[in-house]
């Protein structure tokens, strides 16, 4: 204890020295962090430097082992570190798929030539990671995908169509799901692989959400070469890898929408902008009960995640939670963004133009893009038959 | 805070369901109905429960107890709700022994925590009135000054173990009007004194409860508990204590009727096949599970937050108390839903989980109660 005390009081000397002043207070959501990669930009160059400084302590990917760069902390300093960042309203440095999805699972799964490739770029920010998982006839029945693979020499040429890859247009690096035995029971012929973008036959094209913003697109592979040497774990074994990195993503969402953390504004901020009060009380007793309902749901979830994390700490075998905090985490995300629109009321019917503001505008959209939440990354209806399935244990 | 069991209290819950598991399976509860048992729980299995040092996990050491944690009695309480034992852990401990302990003087609680830590003395507290609801401060019950004196007269409703008790704590009101927090007393009244009727009352959960009349019932001054006219406040804080260990309980009630229908899906068949097998049922089910596991934490929460006096105890409280009443009507409801006819029948042990629900939802302030007073709490 009195260890972990002495890194608290290192680890809030070290940020408040080396975080540059203009990113403080910047505490940012999952949506608008940095993504890293070729193609990022810094509209503040700050925000580059936090990246360096933070990066060359490994503290990019506090819990990685520090022989790929990451800060090798145990978890009880890994949470202290987010305390501390928290305190001093330091925005993450770096987020995205390198570091909430396949770097786990390339620590797990990858061999240790694929570790030393990818992981330090992946804590430097220097390469950024898209999904190619789904695919025109294969959503929730994920291992019916179709995307062809087939060994010629030291390469994979794949040919076939992914759909939904978020971010494919700016990311440099690509992990998927492709077919390399079709006779195979469909779970039994799939493999996982990496796959440079840059790569010939590779094309995107972005696809508009019903929020305006176009975060994922179509990626059809014509004839891609990508070397064997790239396969994650054994060949017609990539279904367990897709599982455990599924795993890795549900909690990656439910955290990101769930628990609060980054909240600029709680809604009781909000509702005093745009609500009548009586004295102390919201006037509309109705809007106040569906307030008081979210916000006491919205507890009881951030400690039952807190109760995960101390279990996990305690060293007790994680459950199969992660569906349980992506159903009500995600859940909980919709309801507040719906919250907050019944509280702007007419306020929060603007698309574009005048007599709306900036804040209200992105609210509207954050609150139709929220609907995707229940989806993305296995729907809830999905995630509600693993918990049946794995956790109580119900016949199929 | 950390939402996680420490050694001792894995070890205390492990031998707590054990216990549970051979000694007080829903049968004993049962038969304690069936035969119309005039006590209403087991005096052995008491005795027993306070030998095994859980009666006196909350009493202070001077007193023959343990000086423990709600953290820690909170894992006996969830083994026991498991199977709806009925000993007079709320009354006694949770209600009685802690007002004693929060604001007794030190002749009275000579006179009675060692007794009760050792499993002989049972006491309770008289709040509720037939108009009080939730209310703590709605106090029709009077007692007047009457030449060194006290006289009490009103009467109280569902006063748990009221007539095994030996000794009730009777609010009563001693200034101001009828629902004002101030001019409320707590009075320490030995069960046989002169004007002090009991009657059983039934419910629908079978505990033992009673109704208590008060016709000039004298008593002391030395029968004061804590200030004149400032019981509200105390027994407010013992009564936020209590509700703590009441979510427990019914955390282990609805862990068990879910666990029973669980196991009723994963066996009964249907159109030649288990009706755990149909996704209506299933998805209800994994939702179930995820409101009992926020339940969970709502309860350990306020259970640490209240042994380390945080500040926002009373919110975690609200919160573990709304939560638990509609889950564990939730689980019940579904349980007997999921059963079918069976769960509607006596002979099922669906119903009295059914029963236990709807009265702990309605005991220390239902859902609405709790939610109201977060709102309050925090200023929506
Ligand atoms: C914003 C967003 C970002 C995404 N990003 C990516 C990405 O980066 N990479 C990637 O590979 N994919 C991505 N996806 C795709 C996502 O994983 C799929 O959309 C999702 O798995 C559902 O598949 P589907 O769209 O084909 O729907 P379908 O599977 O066709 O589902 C349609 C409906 O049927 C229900 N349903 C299906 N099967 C069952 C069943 N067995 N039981 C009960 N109900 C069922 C579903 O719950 C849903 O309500 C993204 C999606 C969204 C919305």
């Known amino acids: 204890m009195a260890d972990l005390e002495k890194f608290r009081a290192e680890t809030r000397r070290w940020l408040s020295d080396n975080a540059p002043p203009s990113i403080k207070g910047t505490t940012l959501g999952l949506g608008e962090g940095n993504w890293g990669g070729r193609k990022a930009t810094y509209p503040n160059p700050d925000m580059k430097a936090w990246l360096n400084v933070m990066a060359a302590r490994g503290w990019t990917a506090p819990e990685w082992p520090a022989q790929y760069g990451g800060g090798g902390l145990s978890k009880a300093e890994a949470k202290v570190l987010r305390d501390e960042m928290a305190a001093l309203k330091l925005p993450a440095p770096l987020v995205g798929f390198g570091l909430t999805m396949i770097g786990p699972t390339l620590l797990e799964y990858g061999t240790e030539d694929q570790k030393q490739e990818h992981l330090s770029k992946i804590i430097r920010g220097d390469i950024r990671w898209c999904q190619g998982y789904s695919e025109p006839g294969s959503g929730s029945d994920l291992a019916s995908l179709q995307t062809r693979a087939v060994l010629q020499g030291d390469y994979y040429v794949i040919n076939g169509q992914k759909i939904w890859t978020s971010y494919a247009n700016y990311s440099d690096w690509m992990f998927m799901l492709v077919r390399t035995d079709p006779q195979a029971p469909k779970h039994e012929g799939i493999t996982f692989i990496l796959m440079d973008m840059a790569s010939p036959g590779v094309e995107t094209r972005p696809i508009k959400l019903i929020s305006g913003s176009s975060p994922f697109c179509e990626t059809f592979l014509t004839d891609v070469q990508v070397p064997a040497k790239n396969v994650v774990f054994k060949v017609n074994h990539g279904w367990t890898v897709a599982k455990a990195l599924l795993n890795h993503e549900r909690t990656m969402i439910a955290s990101a929408f769930g628990s609060g953390t980054g909240r600029r504004q709680t809604i009781g901020d909000y509702a005093r902008k745009y609500v009548d009060f009586e004295g102390e009380r919201i006037a509309d007793t109705t809007l106040r009960t569906r307030m008081t309902q979210y916000e006491m749901d919205a507890l009881a979830f951030k400690l039952t995640s807190d109760r995960a994390r101390d279990a996990a700490k305690a060293g007790l075998p994680p459950g199969s939670e992660s569906s349980m905090f992506k159903i009500y985490g995600t859940e909980l995300n919709q309801r507040r963004q719906e919250l907050l629109g019944s509280i702007a009321g007419p306020q929060a019917l603007g698309w574009e133009g005048s007599g709306f503001e900036e804040q209200e505008l992105s609210q509207t959209r954050d609150w139709l893009r929220s609907r995707g939440n229940t989806i993305e990354g296995g729907t809830s209806e999905v995630q509600l038959n693993i918990i049946a399935k794995r956790v109580l244990g119900l016949p199929d | ?380």
């Not at chain 2, 009760?116 to 000054?145: C, F, W």
């Not at chain 2, 009490?152 to 704590?169: C, M, P, R, Y």
């Not at chain 2, 666990?259 to 899906?265: A, F, G, K, R, S």
Request: aromatic letters at 6%; glycine letters at 10%; a negative charge.
């Open chain 2, 1 to 380: 805070m950390e939402l996680v069991l420490s050694e001792d209290q894995e070890l205390l819950a492990k031998t707590a369901i054990d216990f549970v598991r051979t000694r007080s399976p829903v049968s004993r509860m049962r038969a304690l109905r069936d035969a119309q048992d005039p006590i209403g729980f087991s005096r052995t299995l008491w005795k027993e429960m306070a030998e095994l040092g859980w009666v006196g996990i909350l009493i202070p050491e001077a007193y023959g107890g343990a000086n423990m944690g709600l953290a820690d009695l909170v894992v006996v309480l969830e083994a026991l709700g498991r199977t709806l034992a009925p000993e007079p852990f709320l009354s006694t401990i949770l209600l009685g022994g802690q007002l004693l302990t929060q604001a007794g003087s030190e002749e009275q609680k000579q006179a009675w925590l060692p007794g009760i830590a050792s499993g002989d003395k049972i006491l309770t507290v008289a709040y509720q009135e037939a108009r009080s609801r939730y209310d703590l401060n709605r106090v029709a019950t009077k007692a007047e000054q009457q030449s060194g004196s006290w006289v009490l007269s009103g009467e109280k409703i569902q006063v748990l173990d009221g007539h095994t008790a030996d000794a009730l704590i009777v609010s009563a009101r001693t200034a101001g009007g009828q629902n004002d927090q101030d001019g409320i007393t707590l009075f320490l009244i030995p069960r046989d004194t002169p004007g002090l009727t009991v009657t059983r009352q039934q419910r629908i959960d079978d505990r033992a409860v009673a109704l208590v009349s008060l016709d000039s019932v004298k008593v002391g001054a030395g029968s004061l508990l804590g200030p004149l006219g400032g019981g509200f406040e105390i027994l407010s804080q013992v009564v936020d204590r209590a509700t703590v260990g009441l979510c427990a309980e019914m955390l282990g009630g609805m862990s068990q009727i879910f666990d029973d229908t669980l196991n009723y899906l994963k066996t009964r068949q249907q159109f030649g096949a288990l009706i755990g097998t149909f996704q209506a049922l299933k998805h209800r089910a994994a939702r179930l599970f995820m409101e009992i596991e926020l339940a969970r934490s709502s309860v350990m929460a306020a259970a640490r937050a209240a042994d380390a006096g945080d500040k926002d105890w009373e919110s975690l409280i609200s919160l573990a108390k709304a939560r638990g009443s509609d889950t564990f009507l939730l689980a019940a409801n579904e349980g007997v839903q999921m059963h079918g006819g069976i769960g509607m029948t006596d002979e099922h042990d669906a119903g009295f989980y059914l029963k236990r629900a709807r009265v702990a939802e309605m005991t220390f302030g239902d859902a609405a109660w709790h939610r109201e007073r977060w709102a309050t709490l925090h200023k929506y």
